[in-house]
């Protein structure tokens, strides 16, 4: 059995991409970990603490996963097409639950500013790898633009039609 730290971190994951951060609550956290409040504390100070170190891991994971969905792509167009393979890669493992980052900034409120700096730092460096990718900045912005709207609309309409499409288009741009 994991430790309750990993407990923790493994049930919020579940819960917050299946029920929503605010429709989570801790209680059900801990209950639902097996762990005692007690020692959800000893590792978290709050709801958001937890929901920043769940983000700081899913950012690791995510980019983890993209660069091996990637690295295999030598030729500039084949990489980018690799990244738009991803999100129908997690499309389909996760059920077309988008971007946990969008998802959890629609929740949040203004105050919850360390909750916000961690999305902002996921989409930025998200940016920076279309523009590594890349080398133009005005290009890797708009096929940023399009990656996002593409998670978001696959998530709208539970399809990857907008991905496939958004292929197409890079097709055309590069």
Request: hydrophobic content about 40%; charged content about 25%.
């Amino acid at each position: 059995m994991s430790l309750p730290k990993e407990r923790i971190l493994e049930k919020a994951s579940v819960l917050f991409h299946q029920q929503g951060y605010n429709s989570t609550g801790i209680n059900q956290i801990i209950s639902e970990a097996n762990v005692a409040k007690a020692s959800f504390y000893q590792h978290f100070k709050s709801k958001d603490d937890l929901c920043i170190e769940f983000l700081n891991r899913r950012h690791q994971y995510w980019f983890e996963e993209l660069s091996n969905y990637t690295s295999n792509s030598k030729k500039l167009k084949a990489k980018v097409i690799s990244a738009f393979d991803f999100i129908i890669h997690m499309n389909e493992k996760e059920n077309f639950r988008g971007c946990c980052f969008l998802n959890i900034l629609s929740e949040i409120s203004k105050d919850q500013e360390n909750i916000l700096t961690v999305i902002q730092a996921h989409k930025n460096d998200l940016r920076i790898f279309f523009k590594q990718v890349l080398e133009d900045e005005l290009l890797a912005t708009h096929i940023y633009l399009l990656f996002e709207s593409a998670i978001i609309e696959s998530q709208l309409f539970k399809s990857n039609e907008i991905v496939n499409k958004s292929k197409s288009i890079i097709n055309s741009l590069i």
